[in-house]
């Protein structure tokens, strides 16, 4: 039997909250919008994406608070809730949002999404690895810019271990339906595990069906597998002013930052 998947949603002084996926799409749903739900009041936003590695190593928590202390969203992939990041996240983001991929022997490990505004929108997805039979997770959120418009944002860690690209395309498929549906801007971003040239193939398909562009970094110090990145961030319907990696030796991943103009 396939188990649910669900997101939990941590938010500080208040009970952890399991949501499973809406009924209907973004683009088919009619909701009040509570105030908290704009995540930013300028047209600057700024985006911290990393897979911090289970919190493995030393001093993650030190990137987590100096990289991305005034990000408006911070996309996490394998991001372990530990009482430590449970408690930075509800200290200093009004809401987590985190889809657990598997549970290790004390925590549950996943993408997580951070955000200075509550989503009016929370999509969570499971994709199970074929051969290590361990699952990845993605997660869909949206919140609305200070013009009205509705941003929909993509946090994903994609399949790693398979053979050929049939489950790394299956995985991308209810995210691009997510997206076609949606009009407005978009920001997908995370571990795209994307080592070989058939994926590279795959995700550059993807994002031109989307109509999604890649956002370019002029110093690339990205971590490399088979001399490719595996950190991607592609975005719509907005434009980057700024676009940095930082290097550090506190997970096998470098975070990236990205700052948006969503005026434009």
Same mark, same amino acid.
């Given at each position: 039997?396939?188990?649910?998947?669900?997101?939990?949603?941590?938010?500080?002084?208040?009970?952890?909250?399991? *949501?499973?996926?809406?009924?209907?799409?973004? %683009?088919?749903?009619?909701?009040?919008?509570?105030?908290?739900?704009?995540?930013?009041?300028? /047209?600057?936003?700024?985006? !911290?994406?990393? /897979? *911090?590695?289970?919190?493995?190593?030393?001093?993650? @928590?030190?990137? !987590?608070?100096?990289?991305?202390?005034?990000?408006?969203?911070?996309?996490?992939?394998?991001?372990?809730?530990?009482?430590?990041?449970? %408690?930075? $996240?509800?200290?200093?983001?009004?809401?987590?949002?985190?889809?657990?991929?598997?549970? +290790?022997?004390?925590?549950?490990?996943?993408?997580?999404? +951070?955000?200075? $505004?509550?989503?009016?929108?929370?999509?969570?997805?499971? =994709?199970?690895?074929?051969?290590?039979?361990?699952?990845?997770?993605?997660?869909?959120?949206?919140?609305?810019?200070?013009?009205?418009?509705?941003? @929909?944002?993509?946090?994903?860690?994609?399949?790693?271990?398979?053979?050929?690209?049939?489950?790394?395309?299956?995985? !991308?498929?209810?995210?691009?339906?997510?997206?076609?549906?949606?009009?407005?801007?978009? *920001?997908?971003?995370?571990?795209?595990? $994307?080592?070989?040239?058939?994926?590279?193939?795959?995700?550059?398909?993807?994002?031109?069906? @989307? $109509?999604?562009?890649?956002?370019?970094?002029?110093?690339?110090?990205?971590?490399? @597998?088979?001399?490719?990145?595996?950190?991607?961030?592609?975005?719509?319907?907005?434009?980057?002013?700024?676009?940095?990696? +930082?290097?550090?030796?506190?997970?096998?991943?470098?975070?990236?930052?990205? =700052?948006?103009?969503?005026?434009?």
């Amino acid at each position: 039997m396939q188990k649910k998947t669900y997101a939990v949603r941590y938010v500080a002084g208040q009970p952890v909250e399991q *949501i499973f996926p809406p009924s209907a799409m973004l %683009h088919l749903r009619k909701a009040l919008l509570p105030k908290e739900s704009v995540i930013s009041n300028a /047209n600057n936003l700024k985006v !911290l994406i990393w /897979n *911090i590695f289970k919190q493995q190593r030393s001093d993650w @928590m030190s990137v !987590l608070q100096g990289f991305g202390k005034d990000a408006h969203l911070m996309l996490l992939q394998e991001a372990q809730t530990t009482p430590e990041l449970v %408690h930075f $996240a509800t200290s200093n983001y009004l809401t987590a949002d985190q889809v657990p991929a598997f549970v +290790l022997p004390q925590h549950p490990s996943g993408v997580m999404t +951070l955000a200075s $505004a509550y989503p009016v929108y929370c999509y969570p997805l499971r =994709e199970r690895e074929p051969l290590l039979r361990l699952a990845k997770s993605a997660l869909v959120t949206a919140y609305t810019l200070p013009t009205g418009a509705m941003l @929909m944002v993509v946090n994903i860690h994609a399949i790693n271990f398979s053979l050929g690209i049939d489950v790394y395309s299956k995985q !991308l498929g209810p995210i691009g339906e997510q997206i076609l549906h949606h009009k407005g801007p978009v *920001i997908m971003a995370g571990d795209f595990n $994307a080592w070989n040239r058939h994926r590279i193939h795959v995700l550059y398909r993807f994002m031109s069906e @989307m $109509a999604i562009k890649e956002v370019r970094f002029i110093h690339d110090h990205r971590r490399k @597998m088979f001399g490719l990145p595996l950190d991607f961030v592609f975005y719509r319907d907005i434009s980057v002013n700024n676009a940095s990696v +930082l290097v550090t030796q506190a997970s096998d991943h470098n975070p990236l930052l990205v =700052e948006f103009n969503t005026a434009s």
